[in-house]
């Protein structure tokens, strides 16, 4: 079936350097859609992309979508102790009406 | 506030109980969903209702049921037959207008002694 692959399970950094998470499909996606959830917390809507190459920004967050629709990225600068959670990402295959397949998500700690 | 209402936080039974989570909402959302989240393994879906009185199978529904009988409440029951149940039941909605966004429940977490 679909699948979404995303990388790393976890990521470790130190306060102020760069986090990055990828997912991949193997076949197109309709739109691809992240979510963060907090420790302890439920998963909350971040961004949506739906065109090829599209590129969208949030203060420190950048989210890309591949030229062929089918990885993404999800890239955070300087990261911050607000920063902890899990991040997922969720791809879409079916148009507005689609379910959402999600990825099993990066768990991101900072060290102060 | 609108929102998703999930009740109870945290349950715990014993093997062999069936128990019965709910979920109400008062956005209007025609969509309902219930996942599963388990460490490191993301979200699974379970099952799901587009429209009030109709459900579909999720990746996962064995050992579930739900119901549909009224647009705000989508509760899920954990049957004894589902060979695994302790995790983090996650309920979300949708609705059709505008984006294919998901609002989710703070979520149940049940633990079977």
């Known amino acids: 079936g679909q699948q979404v692959m995303q990388i790393p399970q976890y990521q470790h950094v130190q306060e102020g350097e760069d986090f990055t998470t990828y997912c991949n499909s193997s076949t197109t996606l309709s739109n691809i859609q992240w979510y963060k959830q907090r420790p302890g917390g439920h998963p909350v809507f971040l961004i949506q992309l739906v065109k090829s190459g599209e590129v969208k920004k949030q203060k420190r967050l950048t989210f890309q979508f591949g030229e062929a629709k089918k990885n993404s990225s999800l890239h955070i600068t300087a990261t911050q102790t607000t920063d902890v959670g899990t991040y997922f990402c969720a791809g879409n295959y079916g148009g507005s009406q689609g379910n959402l397949i999600f990825g099993k998500g990066t768990k991101l700690s900072v060290k102060p | ?113």
């Open chain 2, 1 to 113: 506030d609108g929102g998703i209402t999930q009740s109870p936080k945290y349950l715990f039974r014993k093997e062999g109980q069936n128990v019965t989570l709910s979920c109400e909402q008062n956005l209007n959302h025609d969509a309902m969903y219930w996942y599963r989240q388990d460490p490191g393994q993301g979200l699974r879906l379970i099952y799901y209702s587009q429209i009030v009185n109709d459900f579909q199978k999720g990746d996962i529904a064995e050992g579930y049921s739900v119901s549909r009988e009224k647009k705000e409440s989508f509760p899920l029951t954990v049957t004894s037959a589902q060979k695994n149940p302790t995790a983090f039941y996650l309920c979300a909605s949708k609705g059709f207008a505008g984006a294919n966004v998901l609002t989710f429940g703070a979520g149940s977490r049940l633990t079977v002694l």
